[in-house]
């Protein structure tokens, strides 16, 4: 079992009606989760982690193992030990492992396989996708309502399809409340770099952006402690970042990770597991944070246009597009 | 784009940014000028980098105190370099092994103590910033007061170092023996001075200085430490060293170069610049390239870098 | 002397092996074990088990015929980088591009691999594996060209190259390079018949593994018994002896460079055509950096790096088992890994580099 | 302390280096005010015993009495403390640091950690008044020709007041000159109260300047002989076991030269310190004749013979081996049109770390029979490097022995027997005795005529006037980069040359 050193925070969107009845007091369910990166990294992986951790608190009789930091050169390897070791439930959190997630799930058909931000399923592998646009899409509407200068930031880590979305999601939001308003971009290449964000943040905002979006990971929290430096609005991401910054955080879009995997998990026990896709959208667990201390920000037909917009979407009259690179 | 550039926002705010990208590269490189003026290449200085701004904040932390941050990051950093002072005048290792080996080390230790003390939180602790400190007066002169005249006592202090280094080795006999048993270790053992000794110190004290370059950026930068603080910023000052042709001044420069284009970088990407955001991010180490082959060719730096001493070698 | 740690920790003279008189092999295993002790302390400190940590680590590395084949997997690009920066440091080419050759030749393997189509595998396959060389040929040769003509210091171009090429990885599989039809970031699959082929059934051992094997013969060949191979060790131990006896200096270098960036050329290579079988970011996790130790810890001699890398490779997969069967967490593995490294640097290299 | 007190006494000195006993019980000791010759062939142990007792090594075995007292001698620190000074056979100095610096380098001074040059410059000053040792303080050390470097070794062992004062070889790279100046400032030393050990090969040095001698072989003590009572011949004797020849004879000027093989026209080098060294010279060597340089040290010979060699380039004129331009040419190049070279210091030739095997063939290693198609024949460098280990008198364990393990004098040899048995049609020799013992120099100034009889070409640099009137055809003398002037050997004598070397045209 996992060093239980976390206090991990679950979004209680999803509701964990099955039961582990059917598993009884005999055999636990053996659930690992392979990660590319570290589990504290205050983002990506850590929300991967924080699913597991929803697994083991929401489900009796499981029996939770977990590797991080794995290379890509190693995933492979790290997701077949689980499986010869007889691992019933394998997730893999890391977007560009495809082969690694497809040779394993083939070489073992009785063994379930959820593999996070991927682009295809098996039998017996399914793929959770963020549908992390149309809470960005919320995001940009406060963000471009809120502007003075008309010019927005986006931070972003690298430009995946994920990543990508989100940001297009964000700029669509933008420029529907302010069609005026201009997205300053950058990438800076890395999930990780604090101080990479954190430059990049403040050039932005000498170039006059008044609410920065931090499209990204671990970075953010260069992004935010720039903004709170620099007493500018920022929105953060993957998961409710408000207390990097109290000041200036306005809310976070939640990628809804951990809802996802524990929704997924449900399903496999309860007899419903299909190799699909599972778009963790909105009323999923992917949506905007909490205002928390900073509602008073937002002005209230801001905060009442985006609960009109979430419900367009939840509806399904309002539908966000994905756009996964800009230009192809 | 242009009247972006020579705007004074632009101006004061890329001169801003380039300190503060140089000022922790550049306490490094210092360090490790010594350090490598007396014989010996210290790869390992990224990883003191880390664990120093692993220390320094967590010195800072728990006494409230920024003063002991740095405190604890530059004794955790002298204490590293003492290690590569064992391991390469005690135990005459390949200094470059020693060197990969201290960073992986150090990357494992700081990262395991950070979970060990602080758990996994959902919310970092952090700490207030080093202030910044205006000098009365210089700092309201126009567009660039404000950005060097506004800064933290580090910056300033960094700077105000370089003369010393210059004093010290031109002036002082610790130089002397530092360049000497850099330069001969043979003739400075035949001249009757401790080899071993004076390395000893001078890696010591490029320990303590990366350690500060690391305390550096946790609590005059970011208030916090993630294990990813410092992403190649020692490695960088390896390079910075070399380009700087293991001199004071000249190192000033090439942490500047290094952070000027680094500033220009992310401006240039803000501005919508017609290039895929990767080769925007190539621009400080293609710079660096550049420079380093049409300036600082033939550089060999101090003859018995990397060479353990061994007086059988008579 | 008035310094009680100087004192202790004694003067500039002497050499600690010689004066232990263990053979060197045997002292290696003692150090070797000596950081796994540490490393065991550590272990305990976090609640693990070290005896279950040491066991998994092993038993992955060693104890069956999948952890074995894993561990070559492993070796595999340590080695063909290890080679590489052998060839280099033998001419005191302080080349810390390992990584970034690794990388180059990577990308061109990938790109032939992919793109050239309707060739038959017994063409193909060795087309991709010599574009690999030849891209980290490519990247070795800037270096060692502005070393040798123009005095430029390779301790910052090499860096700077590494850099460079791996954000260039990051371009290519992000834009030009790019699966179209996948929703991620990865290139597409190497055509079938440019795949090392599976050597050990029901594994991941392949023939690039087998290759680099071959190689470490024909680096021993090479510095040993060639021409180039006299001239490389020549100009390393003096390089004004070599010049005054009509050695082109400048030239050997050159080619140094081109040998060693085409090894670690060919490291990126077998990962790439033998297990990844696309290009993708970050394929290599520090390999390139990983070799020098590798390369060093062998003593500059390729029976010894074929040694080194092997223990490097068994370190490595097992550090991950014992991650995954006594919940040791990865920092302690690092620190292990560095003690080792460290460990192995202090006692045992000679003065070669 | 009374006169014939000693100062230091080692007593059954030890000292092995793996197989190699460079010591055997050896017992030596100098005398208040006296000056001690150690006389030895190359690698009998001479450096070794004085590195001991300067701290550089540590005996295996054996006691030392500094004034009466035992002393362990831990390290050149404690030496110096002693009041022990050393002038190493190779100087000990930081190349890239002035003179000043160098002499005060590791001396404490009163306003420690700062620098007080302006003292140390006074004190230099009276030092240089004294010893008429004259040296520029602030130059660096690259820039200065051996001579000055050698004194500069001097001068930083008189800085630290020492009682005694070990010269190891110290007028090896010194003109007939210089080596007279030398004579001159110690003399002064002992006057002032100093003991001199003084390590020689010439033996009528050692029989004009010595007090007592003692001679080493093969790691053992000989004899110790007050110099009153011995003769050249008799050191000789005891120094190589057997009887030497003192005068080669030049032998007859037989069969007239033959073709031009080296043709130098008004080539103009630059040094390193970008001033000019080699102004203007023209000469030729034809085959079968010995064409001398003479000159003091720093005149532009060294430049000269590295234009020559590829080594650097030239500025302007021309130079032409046999029939082929080899102006601007690379080493490889010159050296396949048949050109051996013998570079002033053998540090620049051998390789250390390589065997003698690896280091003998490290000229013609490339090409057949040592290597066909890039491929090394090792079993064929091997053979070749027994003959020549053989024939050339290497003393040497076994041919695969790493070269930084040899002396001197034997490091000397594996070069000459490197480029000479290639069977190049130009030799060129730069100091080729230098540090060799007498029996290895007898040999050499022999092998030279060999070669000259048998039809090779040689231009042989030399600050030993002796060597170049006994062995040369013809004689340039050089002075500020110019050819002074050339003068036929039989018309030569030590005064015209010497003259000539002074720079005043005859
Ligand atoms: N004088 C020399 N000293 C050392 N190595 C040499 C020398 N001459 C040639 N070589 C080496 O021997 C090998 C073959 O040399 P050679 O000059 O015969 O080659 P080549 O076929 O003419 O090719 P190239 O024109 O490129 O020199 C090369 O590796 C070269 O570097
Ligand atoms: N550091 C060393 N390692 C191994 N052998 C050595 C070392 N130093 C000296 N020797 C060997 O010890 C012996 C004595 O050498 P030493 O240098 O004392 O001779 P020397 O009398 O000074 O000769 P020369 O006149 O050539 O200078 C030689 O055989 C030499 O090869
Ligand atoms: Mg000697
Ligand atoms: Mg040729």
Known sequence: TPTPTAEPTVAPTAEPTQETAAMGEGEPVQVALVLDGAIDDQGWNQAGYEGLMAIQEQFENVEVAYSESVAIADMERALRDYASQGYDFIILHSSIAKDAAINTATDYPDIMFLWTDGDTTLDNLAVIRPMSHEASYLAGLIAGSLTKSNIIGMVGGIDIPSTHRSYAGFAQGVAEVNPDAQVLVNWIGSFLDVSAGNEAARSQVEAGADVIFGNGDGQNIGVLTACAETETLAIGAVRDQFEVAPAVVLTSVEWGFSAGIARVFGDYLAGDFTGQFYEISLAEGADLAPYHDNADKIPQEVQDLVDQKRQEIIDGTLVIPVVDFAEE | MLEQIFSVTFLTGFLAATLRIMTPILIAALGEMVTERAGILNLGIEGIMIIGAFTGFTGAYFSGSLWIGFLCGGAAGALLGLAMGVLSVRFKANQIVAGLGLWILCQGLASFLNRRIYGLVDVRPSVDLLPAISIPGLSRLPILGETLFSQNVVVYATLLAVPLFVFMFKRTSWGLNIDAVGEQPHAADAAGLDVGRLRYLAVTFGGLMAGLGGAYLALALFGLYTDDLSTGLGWMAIAVVVFGKWRPWWIVGGAFIFGAANALQYRLQAMDFPLPYQFTLMIPYVVTLIIVIAFGRGQKGPSALAAPYERSDF | MANPIGRWLGRDS?????????????????????????????????????VVAYQALVVSAFGSVNGFAETMVKACPLLLAGLGVTIAYRAKFWNIGAEGQIYAGGIVAAAVGIYVTGLPAIIHLPLTVLAGALGGALWGFFPGYLKARLKVNEVITTLMFNYIVILLTSYLVHGPMRDRASGITISPQL????????????????????????????????????????????????????????????????????????????????????????????????????????????????????????????LLNGADAMQRAAAVPVPVIFVIEGLVVVFVAARFLKRRA | MNENAAIISLDGICKKFGPV?????????????????????????????????????????????????????????????LGIGMVHQHFMQVPTLSVIDNVILGLPNEREPFLDRPRARER???????????????????????????????????????????????????????????????????????????????????????????VLRDGHVVATRPTADTSMAELARLMVGRDVLFRIANGDQRQPAGDTVLQVSDLRVTSDRGTPAVQGVSFQVRAGEIVGIAGVDGNGQTELVQALTGLRRSVNGSIRVGTADVTGASPQHILQQGVGHIPEDFDDALIGEFTLVEN??????????????????????????????????????????????????????????????????????????????????????GLMLQLRAEGMAILLVSAKLDEILSLCDRILVMERGRIMGEIPRAEADIEQLGLLMAGIEA
């Open chain 4, 21 to 81: 006993v460079a010591n055997h019980d050896v017992s030596f000791d100098l005398r208040v005010g006296e000056i001690h010759g150690l006389l030895g062939e190359n690698g009998a142990g001479k450096t070794t015993l004085m590195n001991i007792l300067y701290g550089l090594h540590q005996p295996d075995s054996g006691h030392i009495h500094v004034g009466q007292q035992p002393r362990q001698i831990g390290s050149p620190h404690d030496a110096i403390a």
């Open chain 4, 124 to 214: 230099l000053e009276q030092i240089a008044a004294t010893y008429g040792l004259h040296v520029d303080p602030d130059a660096l050390i690259w820039q200065l020709s051996v001579g000055d470097r050698q004194r500069v070794e001097i001068l930083k062992a008189l800085f630290r007041d020492v009682r005694v004062l070990i010269l190891d070889e110290p007028t090896a790279v010194l003109t007939p000159q210089e080596t007279e100046e030398l004579f001159k400032i110690i003399r002064g030393f002992v006057d002032h109260g100093l003991s001199v050990v003084f390590i020689t090969h010439k033996l009528e040095e050692a029989m004009s300047i010595t007090d007592r001698v003692t």
């Open chain 3, 14 to 50: 002497g050499d600690v092996a010689e004066r232990q008189g263990m053979p060197g092999w045997l002292s290696t295993v003692a150090i070797v074990l000596l950081a796994l002790a540490i490393g065991a302390l550590l272990i305990l400190a976090t609640g693990a088990d070290p």
């Open chain 4, 360 to 445: 003998l063939a490290l000229d013609v290693h490339y090409a057949p029979p040592f290597s066909r198609r890039g491929v090394l024949n090792r079993e064929q460098m091997r053979r070749s490097a027994r003959e020549l280990i053989r024939r050339y008198d290497v003393r040497a364990p076994h041919e695969n022995v790493k070269a930084k393990t040899l002396s001197g004098g034997n490091k000397q040899k594996m070069v000459i027997a490197r480029e000479t048995s290639r069977g190049p049609k130009l030799l060129i020799a730069a100091h080729p005795t230098r540090g060799l013992d007498i029996g290895a120099e007898e040999y050499i100034r």
């Open chain 3, 191 to 314: 055509q079938l018949s440019a795949w090392l082929p599976t050597v050990i059934a029901r594994t991941r051992f392949h023939a690039g593994i087998l290759l680099a094997l071959l190689m470490a013969v024909v680096v021993f060949w090479l510095l040993h018994k060639t021409v180039l191979g006299f001239q490389i060790r020549a100009v390393g131990e003096n390089e004004r002896a070599a010049r005054v006896a009509g050695i082109n200096v400048s030239r050997t270098i050159v080619w140094t460079m081109v040998l060693s960036g085409a090894l670690a050329g060919l490291a990126g290579a077998a990962e790439v055509a033998g297990l990844q079988h696309r290009l993708v970011d970050e394929f290599s996790p520090g390999y390139g950096f990983l070799a020098i130790a590798v390369a060093l810890l062998g003593n500059l001699e390729p029976l010894g790096v074929v040694l080194a890398s092997i223990l490097f490779a068994a």
